[in-house]
């Protein structure tokens, strides 16, 4: 049975998360920036849709890219060089949330929803929440977004709507981790595109022992700007 949880409620353990489906912790809740960074800082995470309740996940094993283990195709490289991409950090945080939230292209509905959008909005102006930007022109072209806590980045969606556009943005994302001394993202859950990228599984004991200690380190000075150069 799923623990139902109130708002006053702790998370229970993640060794209590169910095998089948993988992951499912609890149900209930909210969505507040206060739940979200405890959840986060938990090594746990929400995703739901349509009417389902708010679902809780700590799923094992867990998806991580160590950022020194980003593979960078040929013809990445190229769209980096060629296709007139910026990449840009914070410019556009709810038209992030916006295209990932579209349909895809093989029609599969969203995750989404109003509720997860708002919610990540608000931990975004307060500075838990960033986004980064794949721009040609004036155009939003892709893009992704996660939460950073001391030194661990969450990744939580992606989009692109032009060739490798959020690929261009995850490379950014990693240079500017790199750069702030973090040395890995969570991806949450196996998909082929990340572990093309160099992501790869390893035990949630593993990630959670990561967590436990990258997300009480302080936080980079200053505010994430300018993507560094490669």
């Known amino acids: 049975m799923i623990p139902w949880l109130d708002?006053?409620?702790?998370?229970?353990?993640?060794?209590?998360?169910?095998?089948?489906?993988?992951?499912?912790?609890?149900?209930?809740?909210?969505?507040?920036?206060?739940?979200?960074?405890?959840?986060?800082r938990r090594g746990i995470f929400p995703w739901f849709s349509g009417r389902e309740p708010i679902l809780w996940w700590s799923p094992d094993p867990r998806l991580v890219l160590f950022c020194d283990e980003l593979k960078v195709s040929r013809s990445l490289r190229k769209s980096q060089r060629n296709r007139g991409y910026?990449?840009?950090?914070?410019?556009?945080?709810?038209?992030v949330l916006r295209g990932c939230a579209a349909p895809r292209p093989d029609g599969a509905g969203t995750w989404l929803g109003g509720g997860m959008r708002a919610a990540y909005l608000r931990l975004h102006r307060a500075g838990w929440a960033h986004s980064f930007e794949c721009w040609r022109g004036a155009e939003l072209v892709g893009g992704l977004y996660g939460v950073a806590i001391g030194r661990m980045f969450y990744g939580e969606s992606m989009f692109s709507r032009a060739t490798d556009?959020?690929?261009?943005?995850?490379?950014?994302?990693?240079?500017?981790?790199l750069a702030h001394g973090f040395p890995v993202i969570d991806c949450q859950v196996r998909t082929p595109l990340l572990v093309s990228l160099g992501a790869r599984e390893i035990p949630r004991s593993d990630f959670l022992r990561r967590v436990h200690a990258l997300v009480n380190y302080a936080a980079p000075e200053g505010t994430w700007t300018d993507v560094p150069a490669e």
């Open 165 to 177: 556009a959020s690929k261009v943005a995850l490379a950014a994302l990693v240079r500017t981790l």
């Open 7 to 40: 708002a006053d409620d702790p998370f229970p353990p993640t060794e209590r998360a169910l095998q089948e489906p993988n992951g499912l912790l609890c149900a209930g809740a909210d969505l507040s920036p206060e739940r979200l960074l405890a959840a986060y």
């Open 86 to 95: 910026e990449v840009r950090i914070d410019a556009d945080f709810a038209g």
